[in-house]
């Protein structure tokens, strides 16, 4: 009997409880007793629904407080000394410290001396999702410091539940990690984790645990010899504690490590048959005999409908080489679902036929089992025909196709991504129109999205409040905005984009051929979650759609205010793509639709225009040999948007939490006038890309982390500013935070600014 699983459940609930539980706690409005109460409820219900949905073996241990690799940190031991407790023993407000920081005034909660920054935080491989990286130092010990996985097992158990506890991979763990302090080989620090991996599959063991999942998705990735090496002695050590073990790889094919997984001395193996169907059916004849084999055939990264017809001709390939050692999973965690397509209310029965979120995709999963075990039953035959219907629907519907859009893509040219002149010629003329000092100083975009700006917004979408009254509420804010930026002394302002709910969802809306889910949300990071739009058809833009509130704007004052858009890979790369035709057509798509946005912003009389391309490094492939075809059309896709303009016209991008020294050459192709960047939790180390390529243009540094409460200091950021300095000419050099402000408190906000101007200021001084 094939057998059906999950490698993971969405944590945030239904509605959002986690989310909402963690900012209560976070406020003291909920105390640690009732946040692990929210936890249980959480854990219990979706452990239920799983198991309602057909799935036989329930994930423990995908739940999270913020983030699974902090998680997971925790349990190793692997606590910074700026965070270490004074007690020893690892608390809540531990892991929230390592997430959030802590201001001196609040170090009593979580860090052992005063102020404290936050980890590092990057993406987890090519998705939205931000994990914190884990800080090694030469001396690092491990030990067993965190129950919760043992804890959650309980629980499960304690509810009736069958269950496969879920523990990232150590050479995984080690890869994701960095090293601070001395230089050394993290590879090296494998013999001592291991002896901690040993203990948690002894302590599940004892739980009466039968399988552990142990994800190890770096084997998706160009590995060097050394770490190929290590994953063999690694596991041939772990091969002698109790329990059967399966690896889980998942985001892309194995290629060339296919041989080192499928050989490691474990009981099973999960593959992405999504991202990498050409794993199949190679992985069949590399197999030895005694593994189970588990096949990811239902996209946990999107919320397509699964062609079931297709997939089960697939399974049952694998049935006949594999019998019962054939286990059905989606490709990957459902982390990155939303949770219930059974929510959406107002999507039209045709869009919604097409859908499936992590609760539909885990019936999805136990249809699929079904039609191997039992063919001939009824309802699957029933499900697959309706299957084949709403397949042919999709293909066939007019909302998809749109001949208007497709001649304006044939027609592009190489032109059409070139500016007129070069950098060099530009700046003078830019910098002779604009007038900034040194070091100007500017934002993101976002300032902070009050109550009132969200229920303004939610009253306007409800019909409550008629579009004057709107309009009024939006220009209050956008007032006020401008008048702290003016008393602040910022050279450059934006308007804050209080009129925008989400820096995807807000062009989305404007756009043909996007649609809307109420109830899609997908964790980001911690409390933080999107909810991505779903692209159906063929894009374009119907008319302006940022014009009129930023032309209100810069009527308010006499200085510069930055057009605010977001980029087309940005718009692709968080929104729920098609996958019927490639990303790079979808892009494009975008990006004529962004430009004709940035057109008229210069016609109106924008002088500098800021295209946000946070996501341009997310959408690297996992393996180098692909990564010059995106880095192509995702440079190509960025100037398409952008290159339209006069040479005066000064074009900004921003990109955020990602490694960029590896395709920086790549961003210089982009040519954007300013980028701005993320560098503030990793102490400027991106900077280092600067040392080896003499990047051509402008660039602002983000100067403090505003992912975190805490408000660093002017002297704090003179520090960050001087390292920057020492890599890039003062006159190319600008200030800014490394992000947008949207989530932060008014009263945060403007503390950090004023401490970010007088560091300008000083650096005028000094290095001017």
Same mark, same amino acid.
């Given at each position: 009997m094939a057998l059906s699983h999950s490698l993971g459940f969405p944590r945030i609930g239904r509605d959002r409880e986690l989310k909402k539980a963690l900012e209560a706690y976070w406020k003291g409005e909920l105390d640690e007793a009732g946040l692990q109460a929210v936890g249980r409820r959480l854990r219990a219900a979706h452990w239920q629904v799983q198991k309602d949905a057909g799935i036989d073996l329930l994930p423990v241990g995908d739940f999270a407080w913020y983030d699974h690799v902090l998680t997971h940190s925790l349990t190793f031991g692997v606590i910074p000394e700026r965070f270490r407790p004074k007690s020893g023993q690892p608390t809540l407000d531990t892991l929230f410290a390592m997430a959030r920081g802590v201001s001196a005034n609040k170090s009593s909660q979580g860090a052992c001396c005063g102020s404290a920054h936050a980890q590092e935080m990057t993406k987890w491989f090519d998705t939205n999702y931000h994990y914190l990286v884990p800080e090694f130092s030469a001396d690092q010990q491990f030990q067993l410091s965190w129950e919760?996985?043992?804890?959650?097992?309980?629980?499960?158990?304690?509810?009736?539940?069958?269950?496969?506890?879920?523990?990232?991979?150590?050479?995984?763990?080690?890869?994701?990690?960095?090293?601070?302090?001395?230089?050394?080989?993290?590879?090296?620090?494998?013999?001592?984790?291991?002896?901690?991996?040993?203990?948690?599959?002894?302590?599940?063991?004892?739980?009466?645990?039968?399988?552990?999942?142990? !994800?190890?998705?770096?084997?998706?990735?160009?590995?060097?010899?050394?770490?190929?090496?290590? $994953?063999?002695?690694?596991?041939?050590?772990?091969?002698?504690?109790?329990?059967?073990?399966?690896?889980?790889?998942?985001?892309?094919?194995?290629?060339?490590?296919l041989g080192l997984a499928a050989s490691l001395p474990v009981d099973g193996l999960h593959i992405d048959l999504v991202r990498a169907p050409e794993q199949f059916p190679t992985i069949l004849d590399r197999l030895p005999a005694y593994k189970v084999l588990s096949l990811g055939v239902v996209d946990g990264r999107n919320i397509w409908r699964t062609d079931l017809q297709r997939?089960?001709?697939?399974?049952?390939?694998?049935?006949?080489?594999?019998?019962?050692?054939?286990?059905?999973?989606?490709?990957?965690?459902?982390?990155?679902?939303?949770?219930?397509?059974?929510?959406?209310?107002?999507?039209? !029965?045709?869009?919604?036929?097409?859908l499936a979120f992590a609760v539909q995709k885990c019936k999805e999963v136990a249809l699929l089992t079904t039609a191997l075990n039992a063919p001939h039953n009824a309802n699957v035959q029933a499900a697959l025909t309706q299957s084949e219907a709403i397949q042919a629907s999709r293909t066939q519907s007019p909302r998809i196709h749109k001949p208007a859009v497709q001649a304006r893509l044939a027609a592009i040219t190489a032109a059409d991504s070139q500016r007129q002149s070069a950098f060099a010629q530009r700046i003078e003329q830019q910098r002779a129109r604009l007038q900034l000092p040194v070091f100007p100083t500017t934002t993101i975009g976002s300032f902070p999205q009050t109550a009132a700006i969200r229920l303004a917004r939610q009253s306007f979408k409800a019909g409550k409040l008629s579009l004057a009254d709107y309009t009024e509420a939006m220009h209050n804010e956008i007032r006020h905005a401008v008048e702290v930026q003016e008393n602040l002394g910022l050279d450059v302002l934006?308007?804050?984009?209080?009129?925008?709910?989400?820096?995807?969802?807000? $062009?989305?809306?404007?756009? !043909?051929?996007?649609? $809307?889910?109420?109830?899609?949300?997908?964790? #980001?990071?911690? #409390?933080?979650?999107?909810?991505?739009?779903?692209?159906?058809?063929?894009? #374009?833009?119907?008319?302006?759609?940022?014009?009129?509130?930023?032309?209100?704007?810069?009527?308010? #004052?006499?200085?510069?205010?930055?057009?605010?858009?977001?980029?087309?890979?940005?718009m692709l790369m968080w929104s729920f793509p098609r996958d019927d035709i490639s990303r790079e057509q979808q892009a494009r798509q975008l990006a004529l639709a962004i430009r004709d946005e940035v057109l008229d912003l210069e016609a109106a009389g924008i002088k500098i225009i800021q295209i946000d391309e946070a996501a341009f490094r997310e959408g690297l492939p996992l393996r180098q040999a692909q990564w010059q075809g995106y880095l192509n059309w995702a440079s190509e896709a960025f100037g398409l948007c952008a290159a339209g303009v006069r040479d005066e016209t000064q074009i900004h991008t921003h990109m955020c939490y990602s490694e960029f020294n590896d395709v920086i050459e790549s961003i210089a192709a982009m040519d954007a006038d300013v980028i701005t960047i993320e560098t503030s939790r990793s102490d400027m180390q991106l900077l280092q890309a600067f040392e080896a390529f003499d990047y051509p243009n402008d660039i602002g540094p983000g100067v403090y982390d505003i992912h975190s409460p805490r408000v660093p200091d002017t002297a704090e950021m003179v520090k960050l500013l001087r390292k920057a300095a020492q890599r890039i000419p003062v006159e190319r050099l600008w200030v800014n935070p490394d992000c947008g402000l949207k989530t932060r408190a008014w009263s945060e906000t403007e503390a950090a600014l004023i401490n970010m101007v007088a560091a300008a200021r000083q650096l005028r001084t000094e290095l001017a």
């Open positions: 919760q996985l043992f804890e959650e097992v309980a629980e499960a158990h304690s509810l009736g539940h069958r269950v496969k506890p879920v523990i990232i991979g150590p050479l995984t763990y080690l890869w994701l990690g960095k090293t601070k302090g001395a230089a050394f080989d993290r590879l090296d620090l494998l013999e001592r984790l291991l002896p901690v991996y040993g203990e948690i599959l002894q302590r599940l063991a004892t739980q009466g645990v039968e399988w552990v999942q142990i !994800d190890e998705p770096i084997l998706a990735l160009d590995l060097p010899q050394d770490w190929k090496n290590a $994953f063999e002695r690694g596991y041939n050590i772990l091969q002698r504690e109790p329990g059967k073990k399966l690896i889980a790889t998942y985001f892309g094919g194995l290629e060339d490590n997939t089960l001709a697939i399974l049952q390939q694998a049935q006949e080489r594999l019998g019962e050692r054939l286990w059905v999973a989606p490709s990957c965690s459902l982390l990155h679902s939303p949770v219930d397509l059974e929510r959406e209310d107002q999507l039209g !029965d045709e869009l919604k036929s097409w934006v308007h804050g984009e209080a009129e925008r709910n989400d820096m995807v969802e807000y $062009f989305a809306e404007q756009l !043909d051929g996007y649609a $809307f889910t109420r109830f899609g949300w997908v964790q #980001s990071y911690g #409390s933080r979650c999107v909810k991505p739009a779903v692209i159906v058809g063929d894009l #374009s833009r119907p008319q302006a759609m940022t014009v009129e509130w930023i032309r209100y704007a810069q009527g308010l #004052s006499r200085k510069v205010l930055k057009g605010m858009l977001t980029g087309p890979v940005t």
